[in-house]
């Protein structure tokens, strides 16, 4: 695994970083230099020095120490004063606040990322003074690793990766969307059951039966609609899920990071639904789970393609090693690898095999895109699942906390993605807020409805992850409970808003697009189903720009026009659209809005 990151990212402690990874390569770079220096499980190597002269006085080093996100350096923490002890809290507080609720601590490390390492005692002291700094903050730690650094002094030397998280306090815990992709009978459902409920799977598909959703899921074992799960870590790292029989409010109460899984449907018959969940839910990361015994088949390489078009970091799970031998493992794995590194994708996969390749990959996954790490685990044996669990703990969030609060600062936009009603408690809608914050009682505005307006209405209560939540904030999925609203003026693709927004509705826009695959050629009046986050709609191609015809691999920006209603669309939004074989991706560049529209009380 080192050799293949090192290749892309520069070799040893002098690396050189290439123009591929931009800015974050020398970061992944370190971090392979300094995994060369200590062996699978953290012991110090045997001193090879007699065989390999070495020059001591250029040791490994992780990048330098940056002002902003939630990596801090310090040499050490030895019995500080307590006016230093002071700034050091406020240090950490502003770490959590760049990492929404977590920090990595890298003890024994200069500002300059130079790996000086400190004895026993300096480190157990080190890691005394962390532990009353997280507790002065409200947080807790857990060391991820501590590790040799292997220089030739007598006595031996560490440094230690601690992670810092936050005590959840009223529900703001840190919310993770991971969506599941994978070929039909990969084994997506019975490895989310195995990781929410906590017990192995029999074999024969018992952990996924309380994922299903409909009868006719359960007797044919494929999943054909959007199904939800939680897994939960506390500030110490621990898993919270179903196995203690918890309800979802438990879960939510003690956890303070969630991982959301959004378990899509692997079946090509399915294949829209799939495409509304990747496109609607706005996932942070996608899970691709492939089978050990058939590899790459079916649905498996368009949905790596969806992910890579939407931009959705992707790692792979392959799954029931349990069912084959080493050999079949490993051809799967190249397989994957090769697939990986071809001219389209341009990822470096990362074979994960310890609990030290697992924290690497994690930490290197959210800071360079083209890193893909993968699996191999089976939800029988439990093989590997505890690598899979590490993963997630570490996991960080993609977007700091300046770009969240910037989204809290606009106004209110929640998207609108399931319909039910609920008796007792009337219509309610589930959806993503896209920007702003949402409370109970406000007062939004719903659509656009057939003839483009727009009807006022009031969030009545707020749940999220199943209990009960006063305050929504940009980026949250929930569910808002809308009253005696009549449910037949909604559906699914409307937006509801702040009154004085003024959102632009169209029947006509344009949008540069690349046709992926198309049969024969691509014209006028041709018609086609057309994905833009949570709208889905069939739109005719009403002009080529410059063109007659599209085929195959050509660009162009074409004008679509909406069939059955008018969309709430924004310019730059990702586009999707399919018919049968026909697939395209692009991007809306311009809007043509409608002349007149008004609020409809």
Known sequence: MDSRV????????AFKTTSQGAGSASNNAAVAATRKTFTKNGKKAKNRSARHPKPSNNPPYLPP????????????????????????????????QEGRGEA???????????????????????????RRMAEKVGADITVLREREVDY????????????????????QFLDLRVAVLGNVDSGKSTLLGVLTQGELDNGRGRARLNLFRHLHEIQTGRTSSISFEILGFDSKG?????????????????????????????????????????????????????????????????????????????????SKVDLCTKATVERTVRQLERILKQPGCNKVPLVVSSTDDAVTAAQQFAQSPSITPIFTLSSVSGENLDLLKVFFNILPPLSNSKEQEEL???????????????????????????????????????????????????????????SACRVLRAGQAATLALGDFDRSLLRKGMVMVSPEM??????????????????????????????????????????????DELRTGEKAVVRFKFIKHPEYLKVGAKLLFRHGVTKGIGQVTKLQPLSQYQHHS
């Not at 697009?513 to 986050?533: N, P, S």
């Open 6 to 13: 090192s290749e892309l990212f520069g070799a040893g402690s």
């Open 65 to 96: 120490e940056v002002e902003e996100g939630n990596i801090e350096y310090k040499l050490k923490l030895v019995n500080p004063t307590q006016y230093r002890f002071e700034h050091l809290a406020t240090q950490m507080k502003w770490r959590l």
């Open 104 to 130: 990595v601590y890298q003890i024994g490390v200069e500002d300059n990322g130079l790996l000086v390492g400190l004895s026993e005692a300096d480190m157990r002291a080190s890691l005394r003074t962390l």
């Open 152 to 171: 030739e002094s007598e006595e031996p030397r560490k440094i230690a990766e601690v992670l810092v998280r936050k005590v959840p306090d009223d529900q």
């Open 238 to 318: 621990e898993v919270v899920n179903y196995s203690d029989s918890r309800t979802a409010e438990e879960i939510c109460e003690s956890a303070s990071k969630m991982i959301t899984f959004i378990d899509l449907a692997g079946h090509h018959k399915y294949l829209k639904t799939t495409i509304f969940g990747l496109t609607s839910y706005c996932p942070d990361f996608a899970m691709l789970v492939v089978s050990a015994n058939t590899g790459i088949v079916g649905t498996t390489r368009e949905h790596l393609g969806l992910a890579m078009a939407l931009k959705v970091p992707i790692f792979i799970v392959v």
């Open 408 to 466: 809290m600062q606009q106004l209110t936009e929640f998207q609108v993605d399931e319909i039910y009603t609920v008796p007792d408690v009337g219509t309610v809608v589930g959806g993503t807020l896209y920007s702003g914050i949402c409370r109970e009682g406000e007062q939004l505005v719903v659509g656009p409805t057939d003839d483009g307006q727009f009807r006022e209405l009031t969030v009545c209560s707020i749940q999220r992850n199943r």
């Open 502 to 547: 003024n959102p632009t509705i169209c029947w006509l826009f344009e949008a540069e697009i690349v046709l992926l695959f198309h049969a024969k050629t691509f014209h006028k009046g041709f018609q086609v189903t057309v994905h833009v986050g949570n709208v889905r709609q069939t739109a005719t191609v009403e002009a080529l720009q410059g063109k």
